[in-house]
């Protein structure tokens, strides 16, 4: 009995493993706010900024600000910047029409665990190769000397 639970689990695991982004895949778990495929292994080389958040969340959209101003200090370096959601791309498009943010944003076809995050807003800072160098959860000030220093560091390697 214990062998059948073990291999019922891993069929399981199997059958619910992540969808790729590669062209021509019916489903992309990423999309641009035109519904096209979006992938993020397309930035690399780049520190990659990866902002989740969604239209009735307070904090996040407060964090926009100071992203927009911080991304004015990255626009001579190998540093993006992306807000992305899961929200119905109605509903993110309809948020972004009435408000003008000076930002690249993307949709999340799934839950947010696809990044391993669990609240909003999260923040996950990728190095050039794409791999995750730090992350931060709750409201944040990026436009501090400790973050933008951080940023600088993981850019120059």
Wanted: hydrophobic share 45%.
């Amino acid at each position: 009995m214990k062998i059948l639970k073990s291999i019922l689990l891993f069929l399981t695991i199997i059958s619910c493993s992540t969808p790729s982004n590669k062209k021509g895949d019916e489903f992309s778990a990423l999309i641009d706010l035109k519904g096209n495929a979006f992938n993020l292994d397309d930035l690399e080389g780049n520190v990659l900024i990866l902002n989740i958040w969604a239209t009735w969340c307070k904090p996040c959209i407060a964090e926009f600000e100071s992203l927009e101003e911080v991304k004015e200090k990255f626009n001579d370096i190998n540093v993006k910047i992306i807000a992305v959601s899961n929200e119905d791309l109605k509903l993110i498009n309809s948020f972004l029409n009435k408000r003008k943010f000076d930002l690249n944003f993307i949709k999340l076809n799934g839950d947010l665990s696809y990044f391993n995050a669990y609240s909003l807003p999260t923040t996950i800072v990728f190095d050039k190769s794409g791999n995750e160098a730090f992350r931060l959860t709750g409201g944040v000030d990026f436009n501090t000397k400790n973050f933008i220093d951080r940023i600088l560091n993981i850019e120059k390697l």
